[in-house]
């Protein structure tokens, strides 16, 4: 996976212990770092003609779910002045993240890449819940 390399706890208990900037920053490089990636497979699935309208259709949908959370986050995070967000608003492509992506993202096969996605997806997903739980500590989590 072409976010091997990013620094990421390992298990809930670790995601925990990390300060709320930090993982709202880590967050916002993970989905940074997929925004590239998805585009490239969108454009590869756009030609193959076997594929039903369907398929290309969920591919475009996800791309833009990414995007909108990114964005989402972003507000967050600005809403809560973490200091964090100044040194991301600059980022821009998966240069600002340190990752390389374009030789291995597009060597991958697409059943790689989408147990990458889906890894880096449920990684997103643990430490939105994370956050939520310190936001909203009334949610009993």
Not at 100 to 125: G, L, P, T
Request: aromatic share 6%.
């Amino acid at each position: 996976c072409h976010t091997s390399g990013m620094l990421t706890p390992n298990g809930k208990e670790y995601a925990q212990k990390i300060p709320r900037e930090e993982l709202t920053h880590l967050i916002l490089k993970l989905l940074q770092a997929w925004k590239e990636p998805l585009s490239h497979f969108n454009q590869h699935i756009e030609h193959h003609q076997e594929l039903p309208d369907d398929s290309l259709s969920k591919a475009k949908q996800i791309s833009n779910m990414v995007h909108e959370l990114k964005t989402g986050v972003e507000k967050v995070t600005e809403k809560a002045r973490f200091s964090m967000y100044n040194s991301l608003n600059g980022m821009a492509s998966s240069e600002g993240t340190g990752l390389s992506i374009s030789n291995e993202a597009n060597m991958m096969s697409d059943s790689d890449f989408i147990h990458c996605f889906r890894r880096d997806s449920n990684k997103v997903q643990s430490y939105l819940k994370i956050l939520k739980c310190r936001i909203m500590p009334e949610n009993s989590c």
